[in-house]
């Protein structure tokens, strides 16, 4: 099982070095393609290190040209909030120091266009949170596995200053981006709920209501369970464990179900700067390329850059690693019918409870 508690230390000994290897990723807002384009290494540019080696993020204007998909989350805000109507790009520019500014004078708070602790709070972001432990009621709760009154830890798996959600519960609102299902549920590839999940994943602990057309998405106490367990459906469900590499195609063929095919290889290019076209080949062992691929399917299917760290994403798949025994035995059991990659797919439309 993967130690979170070295994630530092590993990453100096080299167990982080593949993602080094360089993508580039397009500027982009909702329905907006842009020109320029950035490393998979999104920069942590504005976090500071805080009493005790605490991760204390501030974000600021800087000139960096590396977009930050935090900053793309905190500019989706400021937009529903009617502060912010430029593109979502991830760069903390003028434009959103200004969109910054106002919302922190309109809020009472020092209009000084820095988004630390006190501004972050205002806007609902998670980044200055360490945990946060809830109670929750059916179906959020699975109450077949979990007593009434459990407690849940919502967190990052690579600590303060990533996302997470601990608002499972939330009432879907089309105009508060942080209630979209994949980033309230801690599921970013929104996996309906399965007994594999249930019997099996680590940190999973209930679903969503359904929708109007059954679905139900999968809960996870960290965002880095969810990857995990996406991991786990591609490698395992999916492709039914071989090793061989797999086209962008086909990955959206298991997801698309009856829809085109078109709109999901558009959004994938539109998130990979072209790299993810239908042909192109992807190892799905490779966690550096999955963690690619995870960022252009997660932020298609979001319509915007989805806010997860690189740290992140490949802890989440240590997390899918610890489930697929290196020998070829099956770690987690998987029924027949739950290997129908149908039964997962969500309706890509409107956002329902």
Known sequence: MFD?????????????????????????????????TL??????????????????????????QVPDRRVALLQCVLEDK???????????????????KAFQAAHGITADGVVSIRTGKALGLPFWDTNIMRRLDPPFRDDAKYAQGTQFDFRSLAGLGNFFSGQPDADYDSSNT??????????????NISNWQR????????????????????????????VGAWGFLLR????????????VGAIVDKYRGKNSRDPYIDGYKRYSAGKFSEDYEVDLYNNAILARLAI????????????????????????????IDATGKDVVVVSPEEMDPTIYIIEPELELP
């Open 4 to 36: 979170f508690e070295n994630l530092g230390q590993k990453r100096q000994a080299g167990i982080l070095a593949k993602v080094s290897e360089t993508s580039t990723f397009p500027v982009t807002r909702r329905h907006v393609l842009a020109s320029s």
């Open 39 to 64: 490393p998979f290494l999104v920069a942590f540019a504005g976090v500071r290190r805080a009493a005790g080696g605490s991760q204390d993020p501030v974000f600021r204007l800087t000139k960096s």
């Open 82 to 100: 009617g502060f912010y109507s430029s593109d979502v790009d991830g760069l903390f520019g003028p434009q959103t120091e200004s969109a910054t």
């Open 178 to 191: 942080l209630t979209r299902r994949a980033l309230r549920t801690n599921n970013p590839g929104a996996i």
């Open 199 to 226: 019997d099996s994943m680590n940190g999973y602990m209930g679903c969503t209501l359904p929708d109007r057309h059954g679905n139900q998405t999968a809960i996870y106490e960290a965002p880095e369970y969810g």
């Open 236 to 247: 395992k469900i999916y492709f039914n464990g071989s090793k061989d590499k797999v086209t």
């Open 296 to 323: 252009a399917s997660y932020s298609h299917e979001f319509g915007s850059w989805y806010p997860l760290t690189d740290d992140q994403l490949l802890a989440g798949f240590a997390v899918t690693d610890g489930y």
